[in-house]
């Protein structure tokens, strides 16, 4: 891999789901790290991307899903380990040496996959269009807001719809998000929550989704861990050989297969949210 290209892999992701569920203010935590919370309605698709460790060594220090908000454990010189809670969106985790590597065995090289990530419409006005952009993605975010049962019940649809569409073997990891608003410690103690874990968790086992996340694009809380787990497993698969790293429509580029996945070119540099087309006011979407 050339060394002015910080990454080994570049896959296309997709978030779906309803208008309003906050599709792209997830988008905007993991790739400027900032919240929005008025955002104006998408048309067509906005850009983002964002560079996340894959495979070991990251990959041995991965939390659980079900993880309500990120860890982190550090040992010191004497073995006492300490582990330190954050919320947000934590910086890239390491893996503290336990001893030192042994001189046959040279140390693992942690790769890297830039996300180009694809933030479509989630109005029914524009459905036609958004179906396009399913092509060629090798994962996908199916989101809905836990405080809204409708936008959780559309899911099967945009899950059928992806199918349809995408490659077979396209990741998919069903979000809830708004998670801030669906605890008993939401602010001004309204639990808005209209989804539980259980059904959520449910429908996803039932559809043979990868797993269930909560998520929270104010707070921070598994905003990273919902895409990391899709880079995860696209990563798995590439070990595996199902992608054609030279065909356009497995979602996946190396360094010497050809250019990014996203509109804007393979450049290093992190890409601010631009709308493919003129937007109009409205709520977060």
């Known amino acids: 891999m050339s060394t002015s290209i910080p990454w080994d892999y570049i896959a296309k992701l997709v978030c779906?789901?309803?208008?309003?569920?906050?599709?792209?203010?997830?988008?905007?935590?993991?790739?400027?790290?900032?919240?929005?919370?008025?955002?104006?309605v998408t048309i067509g698709v906005e850009f983002g991307s964002r560079m996340v460790p894959v495979g070991p060594p990251h990959s041995n220090n991965l939390l659980p899903s079900s993880s309500p908000d990120f860890s982190i454990s550090t040992?010191?010189?004497?073995?006492?380990t300490t582990t330190?809670?954050?919320?947000?969106?934590?910086?890239?985790?390491?893996?503290?040496?336990?001893?030192?590597?042994?001189?046959?065995?040279?140390?693992?090289?942690?790769?890297?996959?830039?996300?180009?990530?694809?933030?479509?419409a989630g109005q029914e006005t524009y459905k036609s269009v958004t179906r396009s952009y399913f092509?060629?993605?090798?994962?996908?975010?199916?989101?809905?807001?836990?405080?809204?049962?409708?936008?959780?019940?559309?899911?099967?649809?945009?899950?059928?719809?992806?199918?349809?569409?995408?490659?077979?073997d396209i990741v998919v990891v069903l979000v809830g998000n708004k998670a801030d608003l669906a605890s008993p410690d939401a602010e001004g103690g309204q639990n808005k929550r209209e989804v539980t874990r259980a059904e959520?968790?449910?429908?996803?086992r039932r559809n043979g989704i990868l797993e269930?996340?909560?998520?929270?694009?104010?707070?921070?809380?598994?905003?990273?861990?919902?895409?990391?787990?899709?880079?995860?497993r696209i990563y798995q698969n590439i070990q595996a050989g199902k992608y054609d790293l030279n065909d356009r429509r497995?979602?996946?580029?190396?360094?010497?297969?050809?250019?990014?996945?996203?509109?804007?070119?393979?450049?290093?540099?992190?890409?601010?949210?631009?709308?493919s087309a003129n937007k109009t006011s409205g709520g977060c979407c």
């Open 16 to 40: 779906i789901g309803d208008s309003g569920c906050g599709k792209s203010s997830l988008t905007i935590r993991l790739c400027e790290g900032r919240f929005v919370p008025h955002h104006d």
């Open 75 to 80: 040992t010191s010189e004497n073995g006492t």
């Open 84 to 120: 330190t809670s954050t919320s947000g969106l934590p910086p890239p985790r390491t893996v503290p040496k336990s001893s030192p590597p042994k001189t046959d065995e040279p140390p693992v090289v942690q790769k890297h996959m830039k996300l180009s990530l694809w933030d479509t």
């Open 135 to 168: 092509r060629g993605a090798s994962g996908a975010l199916l989101v809905f807001d836990l405080t809204r049962k409708s936008t959780f019940t559309h899911v099967t649809d945009w899950l059928n719809d992806l199918r349809q569409i995408a490659e077979p």
């Open 200 to 204: 959520a968790e449910e429908w996803a």
């Open 212 to 232: 269930y996340v909560e998520t929270s694009a104010k707070s921070g809380e598994n905003v990273e861990n919902a895409f990391t787990r899709v880079a995860e």
């Open 250 to 275: 497995s979602g996946v580029k190396a360094p010497t297969a050809g250019s990014s996945l996203a509109g804007g070119g393979a450049g290093t540099k992190p890409v601010r949210l631009t709308n």
